[in-house]
Nanobody, 124 residues
Framework: QVQLVESGGGLVQAGDSLRLSCVVS????????LGWFRQAPGKEREAVAS????????YYADSVKGRFTISRSSAKNTVTLQMNSLKPEDAAVYYC?????????????????WGQGTQVTVSS
């Protein structure tokens, strides 16, 4: 069984930075593409970014391009989302996901595992 555990959420002001991490348990880290989704109250869950097994295929939502960076570390079994220049509209619960390819994850077509989520709140 694969488990994804997110951390790093919190309350920040607009313009601040925050770094989310997701630890993937088990020896299957290198088998999965990984990604981040978010869901704000009353809205559908949306893809934020995804990264392939090798780290060379990356997708970003237009709304976060240039501000957010996704990366992965096989040494730490971790996928990270560095979020800079945060805006109030970035506030949401952020979820980590694991799937077959970065495209599968980003378009939510073959996601096998989800984390429980971490809350990000951005005050204006």
């Amino acid at each position: 069984q694969v488990q994804l555990v997110e951390s790093g959420g919190g309350l920040v002001q607009a313009g601040d930075s925050l770094r989310l991490s997701c630890v993937v348990s088990g020896r299957t880290f290198s088998s999965y593409a990984l990604g981040w989704f978010r869901q704000a109250p009353g809205k559908e869950r949306e893809a934020v970014a995804s990264i392939s097994v090798g780290g060379n295929n990356i997708y970003y939502a237009d709304s976060v391009k240039g501000r957010f960076t996704i990366s992965r570390s096989s040494a730490k079994n971790t996928v990270t989302l560095q979020m800079n220049s945060l805006k109030p509209e970035d506030a949401a619960v952020y979820y980590c996901a694991a799937g077959d390819t970065s495209m599968d994850v980003y378009f939510n077509t073959k996601i096998h595992y989800w984390g429980q989520g971490t809350q990000v709140t951005v005050s204006s």
